[in-house]
């Protein structure tokens, strides 16, 4: 089973911060999705990466598939950034996504 | 196409009683997941399908719990005798077949048994 490891738990940032939300995670890896999840339940792919980085807008993702982590950066955050963001490998050979817990995040005006 | 639908979006049912829920997939996707996520908790797999097919099932699939997707389209999932312990969000989602293809989301069902 993979272990997914998301930190912080937790994060309050003011308007306009950068912020960085980490992933590991325990098995080898054929991708990672980014999924952001807002009150009321719904969820939003924002990434899927197998290698590299991604961008797009003002959110940043990178993946190190040897050392087994992935960051997500928002750049110039805004409270419309408050949300749940969560870390999901789909591991080699498997279809199914395995879920971090999440990151919930507070942006303050 | 409007994306991944789920309906209802929140259920209220007593405990001891059957429901069931439907989710319509983005039309061309033939891979369609059903997840369950409980509160403060990252969602958990419980079963795939890829067209009709059911390919894997999550041991957290209990006998009370079936899913169909008779025509490769919609799928539902039932819960028969429903429990407390199963109010959550279920979560549907789907995708193309393919190495790394990308997941789609739809809105969930909420589930409170009283």
């Known amino acids: 089973k993979n272990e997914v490891e998301q930190s912080p738990q937790n994060l309050t940032a003011q308007e306009g911060e950068f912020i960085t939300i980490n992933c590991s995670y325990s098995?080898?890896?054929?991708?990672l999705h980014w999924l952001q999840q807002h009150p009321g339940g719904g969820i939003v792919s924002l990434f899927m990466?197998?290698?590299g980085k991604k961008k797009h807008g003002r959110l940043i993702a990178t993946i190190n598939i040897q050392e087994k982590h992935s960051s997500l950066h928002i750049t110039a955050s805004h409270p419309r950034d408050s949300a749940v963001y969560i870390c999901a490998p789909s591991g080699a050979g498997s279809y199914q996504l395995t879920f971090g817990k999440g990151t919930k995040l507070s942006v303050i005006p | 196409d409007t994306g991944v639908s789920q309906n209802p979006r929140h259920k209220i049912t007593k405990r001891g009683q059957n429901v069931t829920f439907r989710c319509d997939p983005i039309s061309e996707h033939n891979r369609l997941y059903w997840y369950r996520q409980t509160l403060g908790q990252g969602p958990e797999f419980l079963t795939y399908f890829q067209n009709e097919a059911q390919l894997e099932k999550s041991r957290l699939l209990s006998d009370r719990f079936s899913a169909e997707r008779p025509k490769g389209s919609f799928s539902t999932l039932e819960i028969q005798r429903t429990e407390q312990g199963d109010s959550a969000m279920y979560l549907c989602a789907s995708s193309l077949q393919g190495k790394n293809t990308e997941a789609f989301f739809g809105q969930g069902t909420r589930l409170t048994v009283v």
């Open positions: 098995v080898g890896i054929s991708a």
């Open positions: 990466l197998s290698s």
